[in-house]
Protein backbone atom coordinates (compact mmCIF):
# COMPACT_ATOMS: atom_id res chain seq x y z
CA UNK A 1 0.00 0.00 0.00
CA UNK A 2 1.44 3.71 -0.74
CA UNK A 3 2.13 5.41 2.26
CA UNK A 4 0.44 8.47 2.13
CA UNK A 5 -2.17 9.69 3.48
CA UNK A 6 -5.04 10.48 2.15
CA UNK A 7 -7.96 12.88 3.01
CA UNK A 8 -11.04 13.21 0.45
CA UNK A 9 -12.21 16.63 -0.20
CA UNK A 10 -15.92 16.66 0.39
CA UNK A 11 -17.52 16.62 4.27
CA UNK A 12 -20.02 13.45 3.44
CA UNK A 13 -16.50 12.03 1.69
CA UNK A 14 -14.24 12.77 5.14
CA UNK A 15 -17.11 11.33 7.15
CA UNK A 16 -17.42 8.52 5.31
CA UNK A 17 -13.51 7.72 4.69
CA UNK A 18 -13.13 7.91 8.47
CA UNK A 19 -15.59 4.79 8.92
CA UNK A 20 -14.53 2.69 5.67
CA UNK A 21 -12.14 3.76 3.89
CA UNK A 22 -13.19 2.69 0.41
CA UNK A 23 -12.03 6.48 -0.68
CA UNK A 24 -8.66 5.47 0.62
CA UNK A 25 -8.88 2.45 -1.46
CA UNK A 26 -9.58 3.68 -4.79
CA UNK A 27 -7.22 6.49 -4.44
CA UNK A 28 -4.23 4.19 -3.59
CA UNK A 29 -5.83 2.13 -6.87
CA UNK A 30 -5.32 5.39 -9.12
CA UNK A 31 -2.13 6.79 -7.91
CA UNK A 32 -0.52 3.31 -7.72
CA UNK A 33 3.05 3.91 -8.64
CA UNK A 34 3.89 1.42 -11.78
CA UNK A 35 7.19 1.04 -13.13
CA UNK A 36 6.94 3.01 -16.40
CA UNK A 37 8.85 0.34 -18.30
CA UNK A 38 6.32 -2.29 -18.50
CA UNK A 39 5.35 -3.61 -21.50
CA UNK A 40 2.13 -5.40 -23.03
CA UNK A 41 3.02 -8.41 -21.21
CA UNK A 42 2.18 -6.96 -18.25
CA UNK A 43 -1.35 -6.27 -19.58
CA UNK A 44 -2.35 -9.88 -19.17
CA UNK A 45 -3.08 -9.46 -15.27
CA UNK A 46 -5.97 -6.97 -16.41
CA UNK A 47 -7.03 -9.47 -19.36
CA UNK A 48 -7.08 -11.86 -16.59
CA UNK A 49 -9.40 -10.34 -14.12
CA UNK A 50 -11.74 -9.63 -16.60
CA UNK A 51 -11.47 -13.69 -18.03
CA UNK A 52 -12.59 -14.44 -14.49
CA UNK A 53 -15.43 -11.79 -14.13
CA UNK A 54 -16.88 -13.13 -17.71
CA UNK A 55 -16.57 -16.20 -16.43
CA UNK A 56 -18.90 -15.55 -13.32
CA UNK A 57 -21.11 -13.69 -15.16
CA UNK A 58 -22.20 -16.51 -18.24
CA UNK A 59 -21.55 -18.83 -15.56
CA UNK A 60 -24.86 -17.36 -13.10
CA UNK A 61 -26.72 -16.95 -16.53
CA UNK A 62 -26.22 -20.82 -17.34
CA UNK A 63 -27.20 -21.58 -14.11
CA UNK A 64 -30.25 -20.32 -14.31
CA UNK A 65 -31.41 -22.91 -17.32
CA UNK A 66 -28.83 -26.12 -16.16
CA UNK A 67 -30.53 -28.78 -14.82
CA UNK A 68 -28.13 -31.09 -12.88
CA UNK A 69 -29.61 -34.30 -13.13
CA UNK A 70 -27.90 -37.02 -15.09
CA UNK A 71 -31.31 -37.30 -17.00
CA UNK A 72 -31.87 -34.04 -17.95
CA UNK A 73 -28.36 -32.58 -17.52
CA UNK A 74 -27.68 -33.11 -21.45
CA UNK A 75 -30.95 -31.93 -22.65
CA UNK A 76 -30.73 -28.73 -20.90
CA UNK A 77 -28.07 -27.67 -22.56
CA UNK A 78 -29.02 -28.11 -26.01
CA UNK A 79 -32.14 -26.24 -24.81
CA UNK A 80 -29.66 -23.34 -24.05
CA UNK A 81 -28.27 -23.51 -27.32
CA UNK A 82 -31.85 -23.66 -28.77
CA UNK A 83 -34.38 -22.66 -26.97
CA UNK A 84 -32.84 -19.97 -24.42
CA UNK A 85 -32.51 -16.03 -25.69
CA UNK A 86 -29.05 -15.56 -26.53
CA UNK A 87 -28.44 -19.50 -24.85
CA UNK A 88 -25.98 -20.08 -27.63
CA UNK A 89 -23.87 -17.13 -27.36
CA UNK A 90 -23.61 -17.07 -23.66
CA UNK A 91 -22.67 -20.89 -23.45
CA UNK A 92 -20.16 -20.28 -26.52
CA UNK A 93 -18.82 -17.30 -24.39
CA UNK A 94 -18.44 -19.45 -21.18
CA UNK A 95 -16.89 -22.70 -23.36
CA UNK A 96 -14.29 -20.47 -25.27
CA UNK A 97 -14.08 -18.12 -21.43
CA UNK A 98 -11.96 -21.06 -20.16
CA UNK A 99 -9.59 -21.57 -23.31
CA UNK A 100 -9.10 -17.81 -22.98
CA UNK A 101 -8.35 -17.38 -19.81
CA UNK A 102 -5.80 -20.48 -19.98
CA UNK A 103 -4.33 -18.84 -22.80
CA UNK A 104 -3.87 -16.15 -20.86
CA UNK A 105 -2.87 -17.45 -17.51
CA UNK A 106 -0.40 -18.99 -19.44
CA UNK A 107 1.04 -16.08 -21.13
CA UNK A 108 1.06 -14.41 -17.55
CA UNK A 109 2.80 -17.49 -15.65
CA UNK A 110 5.90 -17.18 -18.37
CA UNK A 111 5.85 -13.35 -18.35
CA UNK A 112 6.82 -14.25 -14.60
CA UNK A 113 9.23 -17.07 -15.59
CA UNK A 114 10.78 -14.67 -18.00
CA UNK A 115 11.42 -11.48 -15.86
CA UNK A 116 11.88 -13.09 -12.41
CA UNK A 117 8.72 -12.17 -11.35
CA UNK A 118 8.36 -14.99 -8.88
CA UNK A 119 11.69 -13.79 -6.92
CA UNK A 120 12.10 -12.25 -3.42
CA UNK A 121 9.80 -10.10 -2.25
CA UNK A 122 7.38 -11.63 -4.39
CA UNK A 123 7.36 -15.32 -3.51
CA UNK A 124 3.62 -15.10 -1.76
CA UNK A 125 2.52 -13.47 -4.57
CA UNK A 126 3.70 -16.56 -6.94
CA UNK A 127 2.71 -19.25 -4.58
CA UNK A 128 -1.32 -17.64 -4.31
CA UNK A 129 -1.34 -17.61 -8.17
CA UNK A 130 -0.27 -21.20 -8.45
CA UNK A 131 -3.28 -21.88 -6.34
CA UNK A 132 -4.79 -19.87 -8.61
CA UNK A 133 -4.26 -21.92 -11.12
CA UNK A 134 -5.04 -25.43 -9.70
CA UNK A 135 -8.17 -24.33 -8.93
CA UNK A 136 -8.55 -22.95 -12.70
CA UNK A 137 -7.67 -26.25 -13.59
CA UNK A 138 -10.07 -28.16 -10.83
CA UNK A 139 -13.19 -25.38 -11.93
CA UNK A 140 -12.32 -26.49 -15.77
CA UNK A 141 -12.35 -30.06 -15.40
CA UNK A 142 -15.59 -29.89 -13.41
CA UNK A 143 -17.00 -27.00 -15.35
CA UNK A 144 -16.32 -29.84 -18.58
CA UNK A 145 -18.19 -32.79 -16.56
CA UNK A 146 -21.52 -30.54 -16.40
CA UNK A 147 -22.68 -30.83 -19.95
CA UNK A 148 -23.15 -34.79 -19.43
CA UNK A 149 -21.40 -35.43 -23.32
CA UNK A 150 -18.99 -38.89 -23.96
CA UNK A 151 -16.34 -36.58 -23.50
CA UNK A 152 -17.93 -35.32 -19.81
CA UNK A 153 -18.77 -38.62 -18.95
CA UNK A 154 -15.22 -40.38 -19.04
CA UNK A 155 -13.24 -37.27 -18.32
CA UNK A 156 -14.45 -37.40 -15.33
CA UNK A 157 -14.13 -41.31 -14.90
CA UNK A 158 -10.42 -40.88 -15.99
CA UNK A 159 -9.54 -37.77 -13.89
CA UNK A 160 -11.27 -39.57 -10.72
CA UNK A 161 -10.28 -42.99 -11.12
CA UNK A 162 -6.16 -41.09 -10.99
CA UNK A 163 -7.11 -41.37 -6.85
CA UNK A 164 -7.21 -44.95 -7.18
CA UNK A 165 -3.50 -44.72 -7.76
CA UNK A 166 -3.25 -44.15 -3.68
CA UNK A 167 -2.03 -46.97 -2.06
CA UNK A 168 -4.96 -48.60 0.09
CA UNK A 169 -7.42 -45.83 0.32
CA UNK A 170 -7.46 -44.86 -3.17
CA UNK A 171 -10.24 -47.24 -4.35
CA UNK A 172 -12.05 -45.95 -1.05
CA UNK A 173 -11.65 -42.11 -2.50
CA UNK A 174 -12.73 -42.40 -5.58
CA UNK A 175 -15.91 -44.49 -4.30
CA UNK A 176 -16.70 -41.03 -2.24
CA UNK A 177 -16.08 -38.78 -4.98
CA UNK A 178 -18.64 -40.59 -6.94
CA UNK A 179 -20.97 -40.72 -3.96
CA UNK A 180 -21.50 -44.76 -5.52
CA UNK A 181 -19.60 -46.85 -7.83
CA UNK A 182 -19.25 -45.40 -11.08
CA UNK A 183 -20.07 -41.99 -12.11
CA UNK A 184 -23.32 -41.29 -12.05
CA UNK A 185 -25.75 -38.35 -10.63
CA UNK A 186 -24.48 -37.92 -7.39
CA UNK A 187 -21.31 -37.03 -8.86
CA UNK A 188 -22.92 -34.59 -11.22
CA UNK A 189 -24.79 -32.84 -8.82
CA UNK A 190 -21.79 -32.43 -6.22
CA UNK A 191 -19.61 -31.40 -9.10
CA UNK A 192 -21.83 -28.96 -10.40
CA UNK A 193 -21.97 -27.45 -6.34
CA UNK A 194 -18.02 -27.48 -6.32
CA UNK A 195 -17.83 -25.90 -9.93
CA UNK A 196 -20.27 -22.94 -8.75
CA UNK A 197 -18.23 -22.31 -5.45
CA UNK A 198 -14.46 -22.71 -7.22
CA UNK A 199 -14.71 -19.34 -9.01
CA UNK A 200 -15.68 -17.27 -5.95
CA UNK A 201 -12.67 -18.95 -3.62
CA UNK A 202 -10.48 -18.07 -6.87
CA UNK A 203 -12.01 -14.17 -6.83
CA UNK A 204 -11.11 -13.97 -3.07
CA UNK A 205 -7.42 -15.67 -4.05
CA UNK A 206 -7.18 -12.43 -6.93
CA UNK A 207 -7.87 -10.39 -3.96
CA UNK A 208 -4.94 -11.56 -2.50
CA UNK A 209 -2.58 -12.16 -4.82
CA UNK A 210 -3.40 -8.71 -6.00
CA UNK A 211 -3.03 -7.37 -2.03
CA UNK A 212 0.09 -9.15 -2.39
CA UNK A 213 1.37 -7.42 -5.16
CA UNK A 214 0.74 -4.29 -3.76
CA UNK A 215 3.18 -4.21 -1.01
CA UNK A 216 6.38 -4.57 -3.21
CA UNK A 217 4.59 -3.12 -6.23
CA UNK A 218 5.07 -4.32 -9.84
CA UNK A 219 8.38 -6.12 -11.09
CA UNK A 220 9.49 -4.63 -14.52
CA UNK A 221 11.45 -5.65 -17.84
CA UNK A 222 14.82 -4.60 -16.09
CA UNK A 223 13.83 -6.70 -12.90
CA UNK A 224 15.15 -4.29 -10.92
CA UNK A 225 13.83 -2.09 -7.42
CA UNK A 226 12.84 1.25 -8.29
CA UNK A 227 12.04 3.82 -5.70
CA UNK A 228 7.96 4.91 -5.78
CA UNK A 229 7.09 7.35 -6.59
CA UNK A 230 9.60 8.45 -8.81
CA UNK A 231 10.79 9.16 -12.12
CA UNK A 232 10.98 5.45 -12.75
CA UNK A 233 7.16 5.40 -11.89
CA UNK A 234 3.62 6.74 -13.83
CA UNK A 235 0.16 6.40 -11.22
CA UNK A 236 -1.62 3.84 -12.52
CA UNK A 237 -4.51 5.88 -13.86
CA UNK A 238 -4.05 6.90 -16.52
CA UNK A 239 -1.42 5.31 -17.78
CA UNK A 240 -1.70 1.89 -16.94
CA UNK A 241 -5.71 2.01 -17.36
CA UNK A 242 -4.86 3.28 -21.30
CA UNK A 243 -2.38 0.61 -21.45
CA UNK A 244 -4.01 -2.36 -20.41
CA UNK A 245 -7.76 -1.53 -22.28
CA UNK A 246 -5.98 -1.33 -24.91
CA UNK A 247 -4.40 -4.76 -24.75
CA UNK A 248 -8.03 -6.02 -23.33
CA UNK A 249 -9.52 -4.73 -26.68
CA UNK A 250 -7.12 -6.41 -28.66
CA UNK A 251 -7.50 -9.54 -26.59
CA UNK A 252 -11.52 -9.18 -26.73
CA UNK A 253 -10.77 -9.45 -30.68
CA UNK A 254 -9.11 -12.94 -30.54
CA UNK A 255 -11.83 -14.29 -27.46
CA UNK A 256 -14.79 -12.89 -29.86
CA UNK A 257 -13.20 -14.60 -33.33
CA UNK A 258 -13.52 -17.90 -31.35
CA UNK A 259 -17.10 -17.33 -29.76
CA UNK A 260 -18.45 -16.02 -33.11
CA UNK A 261 -16.60 -18.28 -36.17
CA UNK A 262 -14.98 -21.35 -34.94
CA UNK A 263 -17.29 -21.81 -31.29
CA UNK A 264 -16.29 -25.37 -31.52
CA UNK A 265 -12.89 -25.88 -32.38
CA UNK A 266 -11.23 -26.23 -28.72
CA UNK A 267 -13.87 -28.69 -28.03
CA UNK A 268 -14.77 -32.56 -28.90
CA UNK A 269 -17.37 -33.47 -31.35
CA UNK A 270 -17.97 -36.27 -28.93
CA UNK A 271 -19.33 -34.12 -26.35
CA UNK A 272 -22.32 -33.85 -28.31
CA UNK A 273 -23.16 -36.83 -27.77
CA UNK A 274 -25.33 -37.98 -24.61
CA UNK A 275 -22.91 -39.79 -21.72
CA UNK A 276 -23.41 -43.19 -22.21
CA UNK A 277 -21.82 -45.58 -19.65
CA UNK A 278 -21.58 -48.14 -21.85
CA UNK A 279 -19.36 -46.91 -24.43
CA UNK A 280 -16.09 -45.13 -24.35
CA UNK A 281 -14.63 -42.94 -26.71
CA UNK A 282 -12.17 -44.36 -29.12
CA UNK A 283 -9.89 -41.35 -29.02
CA UNK A 284 -10.26 -39.77 -25.40
CA UNK A 285 -8.09 -36.62 -25.09
CA UNK A 286 -8.49 -33.44 -21.85
CA UNK A 287 -9.14 -30.09 -23.33
CA UNK A 288 -5.93 -28.54 -25.03
CA UNK A 289 -4.64 -26.28 -21.66
CA UNK A 290 -4.25 -30.01 -19.96
CA UNK A 291 -2.47 -31.52 -22.55
CA UNK A 292 0.85 -31.26 -21.13
CA UNK A 293 0.48 -32.46 -18.02
CA UNK A 294 -1.73 -35.67 -19.76
CA UNK A 295 1.60 -36.10 -21.87
CA UNK A 296 3.50 -36.08 -18.20
CA UNK A 297 1.03 -38.75 -16.61
CA UNK A 298 0.96 -41.30 -19.47
CA UNK A 299 4.75 -40.76 -19.96
CA UNK A 300 5.27 -43.05 -16.48
CA UNK A 301 4.75 -47.07 -17.26
CA UNK A 302 3.48 -46.68 -13.57
CA UNK A 303 0.08 -45.83 -12.27
CA UNK A 304 1.02 -44.26 -9.01
CA UNK A 305 4.14 -42.65 -10.04
CA UNK A 306 2.46 -40.99 -13.16
CA UNK A 307 0.17 -39.08 -10.75
CA UNK A 308 2.79 -38.26 -8.34
CA UNK A 309 4.83 -37.18 -11.83
CA UNK A 310 1.55 -35.36 -13.01
CA UNK A 311 0.90 -33.43 -9.69
CA UNK A 312 4.78 -32.54 -9.00
CA UNK A 313 5.04 -30.98 -12.19
CA UNK A 314 2.44 -28.43 -11.47
CA UNK A 315 3.65 -28.65 -7.73
CA UNK A 316 7.03 -27.78 -8.43
CA UNK A 317 6.42 -24.55 -9.61
CA UNK A 318 5.43 -23.45 -6.00
CA UNK A 319 9.27 -24.27 -4.80
CA UNK A 320 10.59 -22.06 -7.48
CA UNK A 321 11.14 -18.75 -6.11
CA UNK A 322 14.38 -21.14 -3.80
CA UNK A 323 14.82 -23.52 -6.87
CA UNK A 324 16.24 -20.30 -9.36
CA UNK A 325 19.36 -19.05 -6.98
CA UNK A 326 20.35 -16.32 -9.74
CA UNK A 327 19.85 -12.78 -7.59
CA UNK A 328 19.01 -11.04 -11.50
CA UNK A 329 15.15 -11.14 -11.75
CA UNK A 330 15.04 -10.91 -15.38
CA UNK A 331 16.00 -12.76 -18.56
CA UNK A 332 17.16 -10.06 -19.99
CA UNK A 333 20.37 -9.79 -17.64
CA UNK A 334 20.53 -13.68 -17.38
CA UNK A 335 22.48 -14.47 -21.34
CA UNK A 336 22.27 -18.41 -20.54
CA UNK A 337 19.24 -18.47 -18.57
CA UNK A 338 17.19 -16.84 -21.67
CA UNK A 339 18.31 -19.93 -23.64
CA UNK A 340 17.57 -22.23 -21.21
CA UNK A 341 13.87 -20.24 -21.27
CA UNK A 342 13.06 -20.37 -24.84
CA UNK A 343 14.13 -24.32 -24.31
CA UNK A 344 11.49 -24.95 -21.47
CA UNK A 345 8.64 -22.97 -23.52
CA UNK A 346 9.40 -25.47 -26.29
CA UNK A 347 9.12 -28.30 -24.20
CA UNK A 348 5.94 -27.62 -22.69
CA UNK A 349 4.63 -26.89 -26.35
CA UNK A 350 5.56 -30.19 -27.38
CA UNK A 351 4.75 -31.80 -24.36
CA UNK A 352 1.24 -30.68 -24.71
CA UNK A 353 1.43 -31.76 -28.58
CA UNK A 354 2.09 -35.40 -27.75
CA UNK A 355 -0.69 -35.05 -25.18
CA UNK A 356 -2.96 -34.95 -27.83
CA UNK A 357 -1.12 -38.09 -29.62
CA UNK A 358 -1.68 -41.40 -28.95
CA UNK A 359 1.06 -42.64 -26.13
CA UNK A 360 2.84 -45.19 -28.46
CA UNK A 361 5.64 -45.63 -30.50
CA UNK A 362 7.82 -42.20 -31.27
CA UNK A 363 5.13 -39.84 -29.38
CA UNK A 364 6.01 -42.15 -26.10
CA UNK A 365 9.65 -41.40 -26.30
CA UNK A 366 9.37 -37.99 -26.96
CA UNK A 367 7.10 -37.61 -24.00
CA UNK A 368 9.46 -39.12 -21.99
CA UNK A 369 12.39 -37.02 -22.81
CA UNK A 370 10.42 -33.62 -22.58
CA UNK A 371 8.99 -35.11 -19.40
CA UNK A 372 12.82 -35.50 -17.73
CA UNK A 373 13.65 -32.39 -19.41
CA UNK A 374 10.83 -30.61 -18.03
CA UNK A 375 12.20 -31.69 -14.42
CA UNK A 376 15.64 -31.63 -15.23
CA UNK A 377 15.39 -27.83 -15.85
CA UNK A 378 13.73 -26.99 -12.47
CA UNK A 379 15.50 -29.69 -10.26
CA UNK A 380 18.97 -29.24 -11.78
CA UNK A 381 19.22 -26.47 -14.41
CA UNK A 382 18.07 -23.29 -12.49
CA UNK A 383 19.86 -24.14 -9.26
CA UNK A 384 23.13 -24.48 -10.77
CA UNK A 385 22.89 -21.56 -13.43
CA UNK A 386 22.35 -19.14 -10.78
CA UNK A 387 25.77 -19.79 -9.05
CA UNK A 388 27.52 -20.79 -12.82
CA UNK A 389 25.79 -17.89 -15.07
CA UNK A 390 27.72 -14.66 -16.01
CA UNK A 391 25.47 -12.47 -16.00
CA UNK A 392 25.32 -8.75 -17.48
CA UNK A 393 25.42 -5.97 -15.67
CA UNK A 394 21.99 -4.23 -14.22
CA UNK A 395 21.13 -0.91 -15.03
CA UNK A 396 20.37 1.04 -11.39
CA UNK A 397 17.01 2.85 -12.60
CA UNK A 398 14.81 2.51 -15.73
CA UNK A 399 16.12 6.11 -16.24
CA UNK A 400 19.55 5.58 -16.46
CA UNK A 401 20.15 3.52 -19.29
CA UNK A 402 18.82 6.88 -21.14
CA UNK A 403 20.24 9.56 -19.19
CA UNK A 404 23.66 8.30 -19.31
CA UNK A 405 23.69 6.40 -22.26
CA UNK A 406 24.64 3.01 -21.38
CA UNK A 407 24.43 0.19 -19.14
CA UNK A 408 28.21 -0.48 -18.97
CA UNK A 409 30.13 -0.60 -15.83
CA UNK A 410 31.90 3.20 -15.67
CA UNK A 411 28.21 4.20 -15.49
CA UNK A 412 27.15 1.87 -12.90
CA UNK A 413 30.43 3.62 -11.07
CA UNK A 414 28.63 7.21 -11.64
CA UNK A 415 25.49 5.79 -9.54
CA UNK A 416 25.43 8.21 -7.02
CA UNK A 417 24.57 11.34 -9.13
CA UNK A 418 22.11 9.65 -11.44
CA UNK A 419 20.18 8.31 -8.02
CA UNK A 420 20.21 11.55 -6.26
CA UNK A 421 18.73 13.18 -9.24
CA UNK B 1 -12.27 28.48 -19.97
CA UNK B 2 -13.36 31.52 -22.27
CA UNK B 3 -11.85 29.23 -25.59
CA UNK B 4 -15.54 27.44 -26.78
CA UNK B 5 -14.03 25.59 -29.34
CA UNK B 6 -14.17 21.81 -29.74
CA UNK B 7 -10.90 20.17 -29.34
CA UNK B 8 -9.79 16.97 -31.46
CA UNK B 9 -9.26 15.23 -28.22
CA UNK B 10 -12.69 16.07 -27.15
CA UNK B 11 -14.49 14.64 -29.98
CA UNK B 12 -12.00 11.55 -29.96
CA UNK B 13 -13.30 11.39 -25.85
CA UNK B 14 -16.94 11.67 -27.00
CA UNK B 15 -16.65 9.23 -29.89
CA UNK B 16 -14.56 6.87 -28.01
CA UNK B 17 -17.68 6.78 -24.95
CA UNK B 18 -20.23 6.69 -27.84
CA UNK B 19 -19.19 3.63 -29.24
CA UNK B 20 -18.23 1.90 -25.58
CA UNK B 21 -21.36 2.66 -24.77
CA UNK B 22 -22.99 1.01 -28.06
CA UNK B 23 -21.03 -2.13 -27.45
CA UNK B 24 -21.48 -2.11 -23.19
CA UNK B 25 -25.19 -2.15 -23.99
CA UNK B 26 -24.51 -4.65 -27.34
CA UNK B 27 -23.08 -7.01 -24.62
CA UNK B 28 -25.48 -6.26 -21.38
CA UNK B 29 -28.47 -6.95 -23.43
CA UNK B 30 -28.33 -10.59 -23.78
CA UNK B 31 -27.58 -11.20 -20.58
CA UNK B 32 -30.60 -9.72 -19.88
CA UNK B 33 -32.85 -10.66 -22.44
CA UNK B 34 -32.00 -14.27 -21.70
CA UNK B 35 -34.35 -14.05 -18.52
CA UNK B 36 -37.46 -13.23 -20.88
CA UNK B 37 -39.74 -16.25 -21.82
CA UNK B 38 -37.62 -18.84 -24.48
CA UNK B 39 -38.53 -20.30 -27.46
CA UNK B 40 -39.92 -23.19 -25.62
CA UNK B 41 -42.12 -21.66 -23.49
CA UNK B 42 -43.16 -19.50 -26.09
CA UNK B 43 -44.43 -22.58 -27.91
CA UNK B 44 -46.65 -23.46 -25.47
CA UNK B 45 -48.54 -20.07 -25.59
CA UNK B 46 -52.01 -20.77 -26.79
CA UNK B 47 -53.72 -24.05 -25.83
CA UNK B 48 -57.01 -26.02 -26.98
CA UNK B 49 -59.55 -27.17 -24.71
CA UNK B 50 -62.80 -29.56 -25.05
CA UNK B 51 -65.71 -28.28 -23.68
CA UNK B 52 -68.29 -30.78 -24.64
CA UNK B 53 -68.74 -32.29 -21.15
CA UNK B 54 -69.06 -28.83 -19.34
CA UNK B 55 -73.03 -29.04 -18.04
CA UNK B 56 -74.51 -25.59 -17.71
CA UNK B 57 -73.68 -23.78 -14.38
CA UNK B 58 -70.35 -25.63 -14.31
CA UNK B 59 -66.85 -24.31 -14.65
CA UNK B 60 -63.97 -25.88 -15.35
CA UNK B 61 -60.28 -24.90 -14.64
CA UNK B 62 -57.73 -25.36 -17.37
CA UNK B 63 -54.18 -23.99 -17.04
CA UNK B 64 -53.15 -21.76 -20.24
CA UNK B 65 -49.12 -20.35 -19.70
CA UNK B 66 -49.11 -21.39 -16.23
CA UNK B 67 -52.13 -19.73 -15.01
CA UNK B 68 -55.55 -21.12 -14.14
CA UNK B 69 -58.22 -20.27 -17.01
CA UNK B 70 -61.93 -20.58 -15.96
CA UNK B 71 -64.13 -21.53 -18.45
CA UNK B 72 -68.23 -21.13 -16.87
CA UNK B 73 -71.05 -22.23 -19.07
CA UNK B 74 -73.73 -20.16 -17.41
CA UNK B 75 -77.15 -20.97 -16.78
CA UNK B 76 -80.13 -18.00 -18.52
CA UNK B 77 -80.28 -16.59 -14.95
CA UNK B 78 -76.86 -15.98 -14.45
CA UNK B 79 -76.64 -14.45 -17.99
CA UNK B 80 -79.57 -12.28 -16.78
CA UNK B 81 -78.31 -11.27 -13.79
CA UNK B 82 -74.98 -10.17 -15.85
CA UNK B 83 -76.77 -8.39 -18.15
CA UNK B 84 -78.94 -6.23 -15.54
CA UNK B 85 -75.93 -4.92 -13.65
CA UNK B 86 -75.99 -1.37 -13.68
CA UNK B 87 -72.62 -0.06 -14.97
CA UNK B 88 -73.10 2.82 -12.85
CA UNK B 89 -72.77 0.68 -9.73
CA UNK B 90 -69.44 -1.25 -10.97
CA UNK B 91 -66.05 0.11 -9.64
CA UNK B 92 -64.40 -1.04 -13.42
CA UNK B 93 -67.52 -0.62 -15.63
CA UNK B 94 -67.87 -3.25 -18.50
CA UNK B 95 -70.84 -4.51 -20.37
CA UNK B 96 -71.20 -8.44 -20.12
CA UNK B 97 -71.94 -8.59 -24.06
CA UNK B 98 -68.31 -6.82 -24.36
CA UNK B 99 -66.76 -9.55 -21.18
CA UNK B 100 -68.49 -12.56 -23.01
CA UNK B 101 -68.70 -12.71 -26.67
CA UNK B 102 -70.94 -15.79 -26.64
CA UNK B 103 -73.20 -15.33 -23.73
CA UNK B 104 -73.25 -18.80 -22.73
CA UNK B 105 -69.57 -19.02 -21.83
CA UNK B 106 -67.53 -16.69 -20.19
CA UNK B 107 -63.52 -17.38 -20.44
CA UNK B 108 -61.65 -16.02 -17.69
CA UNK B 109 -58.21 -15.53 -16.51
CA UNK B 110 -58.83 -17.14 -13.16
CA UNK B 111 -56.17 -14.30 -11.61
CA UNK B 112 -57.29 -11.94 -8.97
CA UNK B 113 -55.64 -8.61 -10.01
CA UNK B 114 -55.52 -7.56 -6.69
CA UNK B 115 -52.00 -9.82 -5.87
CA UNK B 116 -52.64 -12.93 -7.98
CA UNK B 117 -54.39 -15.42 -5.81
CA UNK B 118 -57.15 -17.68 -7.56
CA UNK B 119 -60.68 -16.68 -6.53
CA UNK B 120 -62.87 -19.35 -5.07
CA UNK B 121 -66.08 -20.95 -7.73
CA UNK B 122 -69.85 -19.48 -6.70
CA UNK B 123 -68.47 -18.10 -3.20
CA UNK B 124 -68.54 -14.08 -2.48
CA UNK B 125 -71.40 -11.73 -1.88
CA UNK B 126 -72.44 -12.01 -5.39
CA UNK B 127 -72.67 -15.24 -6.28
CA UNK B 128 -69.49 -15.27 -8.75
CA UNK B 129 -66.10 -15.37 -7.50
CA UNK B 130 -64.51 -14.35 -3.99
CA UNK B 131 -60.56 -14.48 -3.61
CA UNK B 132 -59.58 -15.84 0.09
CA UNK B 133 -56.66 -14.23 0.21
CA UNK B 134 -57.31 -10.17 0.70
CA UNK B 135 -61.32 -10.58 0.57
CA UNK B 136 -62.39 -9.50 -3.19
CA UNK B 137 -65.85 -10.37 -4.46
CA UNK B 138 -66.59 -10.64 -8.23
CA UNK B 139 -70.36 -11.02 -9.67
CA UNK B 140 -71.31 -13.78 -12.32
CA UNK B 141 -69.23 -11.98 -15.33
CA UNK B 142 -66.30 -11.82 -13.26
CA UNK B 143 -66.30 -8.24 -12.73
CA UNK B 144 -65.15 -6.77 -9.28
CA UNK B 145 -67.80 -5.93 -6.83
CA UNK B 146 -66.25 -5.30 -3.21
CA UNK B 147 -62.89 -5.73 -2.03
CA UNK B 148 -59.17 -4.18 -2.64
CA UNK B 149 -58.92 -5.48 -6.18
CA UNK B 150 -58.63 -2.44 -8.76
CA UNK B 151 -60.05 -4.57 -11.89
CA UNK B 152 -62.18 -7.12 -13.46
CA UNK B 153 -61.00 -10.31 -13.66
CA UNK B 154 -58.96 -10.52 -17.60
CA UNK B 155 -60.34 -11.57 -20.20
CA UNK B 156 -57.89 -13.35 -22.08
CA UNK B 157 -57.56 -13.74 -26.16
CA UNK B 158 -59.87 -16.90 -27.32
CA UNK B 159 -61.71 -17.95 -29.64
CA UNK B 160 -64.16 -21.09 -30.31
CA UNK B 161 -62.43 -23.44 -33.11
CA UNK B 162 -65.57 -25.78 -33.35
CA UNK B 163 -68.91 -25.85 -31.32
CA UNK B 164 -67.13 -27.42 -28.77
CA UNK B 165 -63.46 -26.48 -28.59
CA UNK B 166 -62.06 -22.84 -27.58
CA UNK B 167 -58.16 -21.98 -28.19
CA UNK B 168 -57.47 -19.63 -25.64
CA UNK B 169 -54.10 -17.65 -26.72
Redesign the interface.
Known amino acids: MSEHEYTPKSKVGKWFNDRLPLLTLANHLTDYPTPKNLNYWWTFGGILTFCLITQI??GL?LA??YIAHADLAFGSVE?IM??????W??RYIHANGASMFFLAVYIHIFRSLFYGSYKSPREIIWIIGIIIYLLMMAAAFLGYVLPWGQMSFWGATVITNLFSAIPLVGEGIVTWLWGGYSVDNPTLTRFFTLHYLIPFLILGLVVLHIWALHVPGNNNPIGIDIQKPSKDTVPFHPYIVIKDGFALLMFMIVFAFFVFYTPNILGHADNYIEANPLVTPAHIVPEWYLLPFYAILRSVPDKLLGVIAMLSAILILAALPWLDTSKIRSAVFRPLYKQFYWILVADVLILGYVGAMPAEGLYLLIARVATAYYFLHFLVILPVLGFKERTIPVPLSITEPILAGSTNLATAKNKDSIINQ | MSEKKTKRRDFLFTATYAVGAVGLGATV???I????P????KALASTEVDISSVNPGNTITVLWRGKPVFIRRRTLEEIAEAKSVKLENLKHPEKDEDRAKNPEWLVMLGVCTHLGCVPLDQKGDYNGWFCPCHGSHYDISGRIRKGPAPTNMEIPKYEFVDANTIKIG
Open positions: VTVMHHRDVNYGLI | WPMDQMNDASV
